[in-house]
């Protein structure tokens, strides 16, 4: 029987670890206990040159590069152990120390033992036929080491003693009438036996057989689940998470160059639940242990104390100290200058109460100019959760053919605890002023499916009107009345409802703007508090439509920018952009993890997060050319 499980991938990658902690003595792979673990570490080959390298995570999700994702070892000690093929790593049978395992081109095995995960020490490797894919398990009695024989597509093995020196020769361990790339092997105590994940190089699939003993006899099994392989072999990785039944499952994603995990059950006969694994540069074959706090804080410690001989220097981002999110820029007539209004950051859950300005008049020196609006001014709400402004200027005019300028008006749209007030003042620097003493919109009031967040004002240059945007899993819009606190009747309507937002890869964070009669729409994809957070874009011939020669516009494949893990900048999104007066020279500001400790921070990189600029550059048909972040 045949079983399909649906993960858009293109190699085949599963593996298991040991689910709970289980004597020495026992057979089986060896861990920590349940209650001692604190984080997980993943040892993988680096994209930065196939060597060997460690990322941590205290959720077994949102992982960070030690030491930037470089070689855990020197220049100067690479030697064998610098261009790898795959990376096992587990904890010594007796539970004291450490054992890496690297498979290298050419078929070269080396063995290392570590007490302290740091620094390694060589031992002598087995006298075995050149192997890939090699990984160790303690069965009660010694290690096995199990690996792919090159030019066979079998998997062999031989057993180590507790000083890992070979006590055996090698042997085949099945020999069934299908090639087989690489196999993980894992005890299960719940069934007092061993499963094998075995990549089937017949077709684009795994199979999963059990036995009694390491040794086999593996019977063939009959259960076939297919992922798509695309190039090269399975890549194997497994952890066990905290509180969590079943396991996580590794591979390697060859389509995006991600590494993701996927569930299984107790019985290793159900896959499901792809996702990503984030933080990490060009994370590739591996695999993963438990950490306790003295292990994990020890890491941590030392990654940090190197990091700053790996990791390159900020030059010109972020563009001002402490930490704002979400900005708005604004250029404005009155004064000849650029302003910037973010979120506060720094809070955990965004707990913000104020709203601050930043002026510059070269676009790169900016001067705070203090607090703008406090929401604990306000007489509505409860008067905190101060996120994602948006700001226009309007012209006041002396006469009624709007010949002649007298003066400037702002108009602050800004989020209040899910709702979206307004205040108004005569500068941009401000004091802005709450005009309504109640929200203008609220999710119960207009019956929105989501929290009413993210505003974003426009002005068509073509017609004059004034639209307001919002919306967070939809997006919505209505025009803006002639005083400009409150919305045309009529006009309010869905532009991407909630049931299409994976066709939009739309959250949060829409942005508007015109350039030669077209309409830009612009979002953040992903929640904030991910890594992968980032824009995407379509194109429009309307302002209130997204409709582009007659059809529905279509969501453009080009990202606008994204996170860059070999600078180690993470988090890009929820940005405005601006046009440089009298010209074409467009730049987009947006928000990033706080470099380097945001990513170190997990989901929590996303209270933390630093304001940036770069040049945003069009084709000459119109697109918008890749932004790559910079330093």
């Known amino acids: 029987m045949k079983y399909i499980l649906k993960i858009p991938v293109m190699a085949a990658a599963l593996a298991f670890a040991a689910s709970t902690s289980v004597s020495f003595a026992q ?21 930065h040159g196939q060597w060997p390298a460690f990322a941590t995570s205290p959720d077994a999700i949102h992982f960070h590069d030690m030491l930037c994702g470089d070689s855990i070892f020197s220049q100067d000690d690479k030697g064998p152990k610098g261009v ?7 904890r010594r049978a007796e539970g004291k120390g450490y054992v890496m395992v690297t498979s290298e081109i050419g078929g070269t095995m080396v063995l290392q033992t570590s007490e302290d995960l740091i620094s390694w020490k060589t031992v002598a490797s087995p006298k075995i036929s050149p192997a890939s894919d090699a990984k160790l398990i303690w069965d009660g009695s010694s290690y096995v080491l199990y690996f792919n024989k090159l030019g066979t597509d079998s998997i062999w093995f031989c057993r180590l003693d507790r000083s890992l020196s070979q006590t055996g020769d090698e042997a085949q361990l099945f020999g069934w009438d299908i090639p087989v790339g690489s196999v993980d092997i894992t005890w299960m105590p719940e069934d007092g036996r061993y499963a094998m994940v075995v990549d089937d190089l017949s077709q684009s699939g795994f199979m999963v057989a059990f036995s009694q003993s390491v040794e086999g006899p593996w019977a063939k099994p009959s259960q076939s689940f297919d992922v798509e ?9 497994s952890l066990k998470v905290k509180e969590q039944k079943g396991w996580q499952f590794g591979y390697v994603d060859h389509t995006t160059g991600g590494y993701r995990l996927c569930s299984s059950d107790e019985g290793m006969t159900r896959f499901y639940g792809a996702k990503n694994i984030e933080g990490l540069y060009g994370p590739d074959k591996g695999s993963f242990i438990t950490l306790n706090q003295q292990e994990y804080e020890r890491l941590q410690k030392w990654s940090d104390a190197e990091e700053p001989k790996h990791l390159a220097p900020n030059v010109k981002n972020p563009i001002f100290p402490n930490l704002h999110a979400d900005p708005e820029v604004l250029y404005s007539e009155k004064t000849g200058k650029f302003y910037i209004y973010p979120t506060t950051d720094g809070a955990y859950g965004w707990h913000s109460f104020d709203f601050h300005c930043l002026s510059s008049e070269d676009f790169k020196t900016w001067k705070d100019e203090g607090v703008i609006l406090d929401l604990r001014d306000l007489t509505w709400g409860d008067r905190e959760y101060a996120w994602a402004p948006c700001i226009i200027e309007r012209p006041v005019y002396k006469n009624a053919k709007h010949t002649k300028i007298k003066g400037y008006k702002y108009y602050f749209y800004f989020v209040h605890h899910g709702t979206i007030g307004v205040a108004v003042a005569d500068r941009p620097e401000g004091p802005f002023k709450d005009v309504l003493g109640k929200a203008l919109l609220t999710q119960e009031e207009i019956n929105a499916p989501n929290q009413i967040i993210d505003p974003d004002v426009f002005q ?10 919002w919306g967070n899993s939809y997006l919505w819009m209505a025009e803006l009345a002639d005083d400009m606190i409150s919305l045309v009747p009529g006009t309010m309507h869905e532009l991407i409802p909630r049931s299409k937002i994976g066709e939009y890869h739309y959250l949060e964070g829409s942005y508007v703007f015109e350039r030669n009669g077209l309409y830009y729409f612009m979002w953040s994809e992903n929640i904030t508090r991910s890594s992968y957070y980032r824009v995407r874009y379509l194109i429009s011939d309307s302002p209130t439509e997204l409709v582009r020669n007659g059809k529905p516009a279509k969501v453009e494949e080009t990202i606008v920018i994204q996170q860059d893990p070999s600078l180690q900048i993470f988090g890009t999104g929820h940005h405005s952009v601006i046009c440089m007066p009298g010209t074409d020279e467009w730049y987009i500001v947006y928000h990033r993890f706080t470099r380097p400790e945001g990513v170190k921070m997990g989901l929590s990189g996303g209270y933390n997060r630093e304001v940036c600029i770069d040049r945003m550059e069009f084709n000459p048909d119109g697109t918008i050319i890749p932004v790559h972040p910079s330093l």
């Open 27 to 47: 057979n089986g792979n060896y861990s920590i206990p349940e209650d001692e673990v604190y984080g997980y570490m993943f040892a993988h080959k680096s994209a």
């Open 84 to 90: 790898v093929t795959n990376v096992f790593l587990c």
């Open 229 to 237: 392989r695309g190039n090269g072999t399975g890549s194997y990785a």
């Open 460 to 469: 068509d240059p073509k017609t004059g009107k004034y639209y307001l945007y």
